[in-house]
């Protein structure tokens, strides 16, 4: 057996197809989506991310605002930011950049940004909505790029087994709770560092999502023949044989694709996606916002 692919650039590129007719009927109304990105520090790694947002932005019509800060930025700086485009009534959507140098509480800031901006789906009352079981508001990218690529690849999730790897308010536990809404209705096991027999209950799932940031810790006798395996991590790794000497590799292990009946890649699957689902974010926050103005 050879695990079928979810294919998360196919999956993202219908995404944008959609919402490229959308970001059109909203120009047309008059309101131009719009999202603003504030990174902190030079990390690479997330320099790249930020240009393929800004990017991924001018490709379906949705203007952007990049802001770069150094890492010696005051905290209070990155508030009055936030502040500022709380009030901006032609910005839709503000995202900070992942991580923050380390003298910047991250979790309150996201906590400053107004829901209906947080197209990032982390502030509370946006995660709030996700326990009451709505699915109609700001959801986390990452988890929801997931649910968007299994239902992509017309894969029934009612009453089957679904094992959580990680449980972090990111996209652990977001995504238990959309395994478990209606509609999808997967019986879902939050599995985390301290839990038993981790590897013996991962192999009784129909569905792995693993998203624990540890390179290939899940190998093929974690896998029961015919799973979904839903790889959600981008870990680098040492690798000499490469010309730059190292590699990206997963949370799963290449061997778990003979096992496997779908499993998605590392670069190439749930990455797309959450890029995919920020847009959609930033593409719903301004219809809101043109149903606000009674258009």
Known sequence: ??????????????????????????????????LAVIIVGDDPASHVYVNSKVKTCERLGIRSTHIALPASTEEAVLRDHIATMNHQADLHGILIQSPLPSHMDEEALTDLIHPSKDVDGFHPQNLGRLVQGRTDGMLPCTPSGVMRMLDWAGLELT??????????????????????????????????SRTQDLQALAAQ??????????????????????????????????????????????????????????????PGGVGPMTIAMLMENTVRAAEHRRSEQGE
């Open 159 to 192: 009453g089957k087994r679904a094992v959580v790897l990680g449980r972090s308010r990111i996209v652990g536990m977001p995504a238990a709770l959309l395994l478990a809404a209606k509609g999808a209705d997967a019986t879902v096991t939050v599995a985390h």
């Open 1 to 34: 057996m050879t695990a079928q692919r979810l294919d998360g650039k196919a999956c993202a590129a219908e995404v944008e197809a959609d919402l490229t007719l959308r970001v059109a009927a909203l120009k047309k109304s008059g309101i131009e989506p719009h």
């Open 205 to 266: 799932a129909d569905v792995i999502v693993a998203a624990v940031g540890r390179p290939e810790m899940v190998k093929a006798d974690w896998v029961k023949p015919g799973a979904v395996v839903v790889d959600v991590g981008i870990n680098r790794v040492d690798d000499p044989t490469r010309d730059r000497g190292w590699r990206l590799a997963g949370d799963v292990s290449p061997e778990v694709e003979d096992v496997a009946g779908w499993l998605s890649p590392v």
